[in-house]
């Protein structure tokens, strides 16, 4: 169902309006009235007859009009009979400002439920409850139904919040700072409509250039996924509420390495989301990203006053992954030809202390005019001779002349920049306080533009034929049936294989005499390892022994591992000691990949060095596999870990076998993707042989998510 009648409402309702100004009921009225709203409005309130000088009714089952949306300011636990009423009167957009829901506890929370039911029944869709309001500006509304006590400016930047608080501090610094807003959204408890829902609509709103947004968590993250990375526009988001506890209770070492915010930092990433550190991050972007041109490219000219300036700008483009543009000679030659001696010409251009804004604009147009040039930043300090009001004059001028090239400022100062920094802002080029405010800010055009041109090339999942289904849900079905939740480890292999993952040959055994026959059947040397649900790391406790030669020195292991391992876990269950095959090829890379299931975005895939060093180096790349992934992002994982640079080749080594190191992350991520059951899964370590000669699986562990029966 389309959320626009929460941004272009015919008429309105609000229930709770009242005569009183002490009252929220007063505030959100007064404010939809003085803020313009063209369309009707219908004040509620059983005891009153005229407020404000609008009729007022009784319910809105005594409105004789129809109503697009209504704004419900009454005690909560009276919330739910209104909502009904909206129902049966067909209201179907609904903003509940009231508080008193799950926010104070169980009794809330059951409220809050009865609402959403509500809502689900009569088909409402529902903003809150608890939050501030909404305020919504195009060409066809100016509406602000918030009890906010003063009104956003009118702009291109749409801003969404979970906290109330913060909009109502974000809108007044806004209003000191001259930032505008197409829409402002609270979205309180999120009982119905969620952040995912509104960035879906705005994506598509004609008055909004960027979407803002404050969250502690998202709701349904695989939708998000969807929603971002389709948007329209640029999204910009500050993160709050990550912890670490989530990874200290992961029993996989996907899980352990993996965090709390990596699978946010991964969704943000593969969307194209910016991510801002901070607020005051957050709105550099914004300001840019909603007037500046997106850049070709990541060349950077740098225009100063001063040398100091200057170096902490150049340092600070080479921290956020741009780059100080290299002139061209005839650029290097003009500069010289125009400019003083003593100017600096080869980038930062120091156009020294005294320059007046001619100099400025000369140095900034042919710096423009330089196709190694794509964004510039002009550094302004107060001299005496320091011209900024002219000098930002003549950058208005010059700015649509290079409409593709961004142009921001960093004027250093207080009362002598005011007046040319609001020249500035009336033409929608940014001026910051310092160097590095303003190339965060191209930082921030650099990443949209970047992920633009990803999105083009962007490749579809890699295909597999010869999977076998039919094998792995029998397998699964085992172990549901025996009421496990931790594969063993001939299971975990045998479903791998079923998918194509090379695996060594592994049987369960269950006495000295029949490891014995197995190792036989395998051939000298075997591996042994002890096989309980309970023991996921085995080496840690003497548990696997390797290079087994002959069948005395299997009876002999498999007795001295039953011993071991009964002794250091003697609660654990045992099904026996797996007999497997030894992998036995010199020149190999020990890597690990890994699958941990995020509540919120869904599988979180993990590849870099394995081995028993895993958690100590930490050398992992990850990706989310909402969609499965493309060989040519698996190999982009395996390129942002150290270890790829051995898989390469490395003093005098042979490169490894890269190809089949991809095609076993991708068979993974298919896995992965194909069973939700799937809670955690380690292949480490795979061995990767020399170019050529594959990988296999020697390890595999999988764990499954609770189902409902074990709950």
Request: hydrophobic share 40%; charged share 25%; proline share 5%.
């Amino acid at each position: 169902m389309s959320i626009d009648k929460f941004f272009n409402p015919k008429s309105v309702a609000i229930i709770g309006a009242s005569n009183n100004s002490a009252k929220v009921g007063y505030a959100v009225l007064n404010n939809i009235i003085q803020g313009g709203y063209n369309g009707k409005i219908y004040p509620i309130n059983p005891k009153a007859t005229e407020i404000l000088g609008k009729k007022a009714y009784p319910s809105v089952e005594d409105v004789p009009d129809n109503i697009d949306l209504a704004v419900i300011i009454i005690p909560a636990k009276f919330v739910p009979n209104v909502m009904e009423q909206c129902g049966r009167k067909k209201i179907t957009a609904v903003i509940v400002i009231s508080a008193g829901f799950k926010e104070i506890g169980v009794e809330g929370a059951e409220l809050e439920k009865k609402l959403v039911s509500i809502c689900k029944e009569y088909g409402i869709r529902m903003l809150g409850p608890n939050v501030l309001g909404l305020t919504s500006y195009g060409s066809k509304t100016l509406l602000n139904a918030t009890f906010a006590p003063r009104a956003p400016l009118k702009g291109s930047i749409a801003f969404i919040s979970q906290s109330g608080a913060m909009l109502t501090s974000i809108l007044d610094w806004s209003l000191q700072e001259g930032i505008g807003f197409s829409k402002f959204i609270s979205l309180g408890n999120k009982a119905d409509l969620t952040s995912v829902d509104f960035v879906e609509a705005l994506s598509k709103d004609p008055e909004t250039k960027v979407i803002l947004l404050y969250l502690e968590n998202i709701v349904n993250g695989e939708k998000f996924l969807d929603v971002a990375e389709s948007s329209e526009k640029p999204i910009v988001i500050l993160k709050s509420g990550t912890s670490s506890a989530g990874a200290k209770a992961a029993s996989s070492h996907t899980g352990a390495l993996a965090g709390a915010d990596i699978a946010y930092e991964m969704a943000f990433k593969q969307t194209g989301v910016i991510r801002a550190d901070d607020m005051q991050s957050l709105f550099d972007y914004a300001i840019a990203l909603s007037n500046q041109p997106i850049p070709n490219g990541k060349g950077v000219a740098i225009i100063t006053n001063a040398g100091g300036p200057g170096i902490i700008c150049t340092d600070a483009v080479e921290k956020n992954d741009l780059r100080v543009a290299g002139f061209l000679p005839e650029t290097i030659n003009k500069l010289r030809g125009v400019l003083p001696a003593a100017a600096a010409v080869l980038n930062p251009v120091d156009v020294l202390g005294d320059a007046d804004s001619d100099r400025y604009e000369i140095a900034l147009k042919t710096c423009l005019e330089d196709e190694h040039v794509h964004m510039a930043i002009i550094l302004m300090s107060p001299q005496a001779m320091t011209e900024f009001v002219e000098t930002s004059n003549k950058v208005v001028k010059i700015a649509p002349n290079f409409k593709d090239k961004p142009i921001v400022t960093a004027y250093m100062g207080g009362k002598s920049v005011e007046e040319g920094a609001e020249i500035l802002s009336k033409a929608n080029i940014p001026c910051y306080d310092f160097p590095e405010r303003g190339v965060r800010a191209l930082k921030g055009l650099s990443l949209y533009s970047d992920f633009q041109d990803e999105l083009k090339a962007k490749e579809p999942p890699a295909e597999f034929d010869s999977i076998d289904r039919a094998k792995v849900d029998r397998i699964f079905k085992s172990v549901r049936d025996d009421n496990r939740l931790v594969l063993l480890e001939p299971e975990a292999v045998n479903i791998a294989s079923a998918y194509g993952i090379p695996v060594p040959k592994v049987l369960l055994t269950t006495s000295a005499d029949e490891a014995v026959s197995v190792a036989d059947k395998f051939g000298y040397p075997v591996v042994m390892k002890i096989c309980s649900p309970q023991i996921l790391h085995k080496s840690d406790i003497g548990g696997v022994v390797i290079r087994i030669k002959n069948a005395q020195e299997v009876r002999n292991t498999y007795k001295t591992i039953m011993n071991i391992v009964t002794r250091a876990m003697p609660t654990a269950q045992i099904y026996g000691i797996e007999v497997q095959e030894m992998v036995d090829i010199p020149n190999f890379k020990e890597i690990i990949i890994g699958m941990n299931r995020d509540p919120q975005f869904g599988p979180l895939i993990m590849t870099g060095l394995g081995g028993i060093y895993v958690n100590f180096l930490q050398d992992v790349a990850f990706r989310l596999n909402h969609k499965g992934l493309s060989k040519k992002e698996a190999f982009k994982m395996v390129s942002e870990t150290k270890v790829y640079s051995l898989l390469k080749g490395a003093r005098g080594e042979p490169p490894s076998d890269i190809d089949s190191l991809v095609d076993v992350i991708c068979r993974v991520g298919r896995l992965c993707k194909d069973y939700p059951i799937i809670n955690e899964l380690d292949v480490n370590p795979l061995f990767v042989f020399e170019k050529g000669k594959k990988s296999v699986a020697l390890d595999v562990k999988i764990t499954l998510s609770i189902g409902d029966e074990q709950k």
